[in-house]
């Protein structure tokens, strides 16, 4: 149930990364206590990249 005043969650995003990839993402969110969904989601939000840029962390 989700908590009041807090969006629901109903969109799902398909990524396809390398294995070695998704190893780092996964400790990157584990290291902060954070799910993957919440740890890209705060990534992706945090600050939009100018066109040349390409990386989020």
Do not use: F, H, W
């Not at 807090?6 to 990364?17: D, G």
């Not at 990157?28 to 705060?42: D, I």
């Not at 990534?43 to 939009?48: D, H, N, P, Q």
């Amino acid at each position: 149930m989700s908590e009041p005043g807090k969006a629901q969650k109903t969109v799902s995003v398909c990524l396809r990364m390398t294995a070695e990839d998704k190893a780092v993402i996964e400790e990157k969110a584990r290291n902060r206590t954070l799910t993957v969904t919440e740890y890209l989601t705060r990534a992706g939000l945090a600050a939009r990249p100018s066109a040349g840029q390409r990386r989020c962390d």
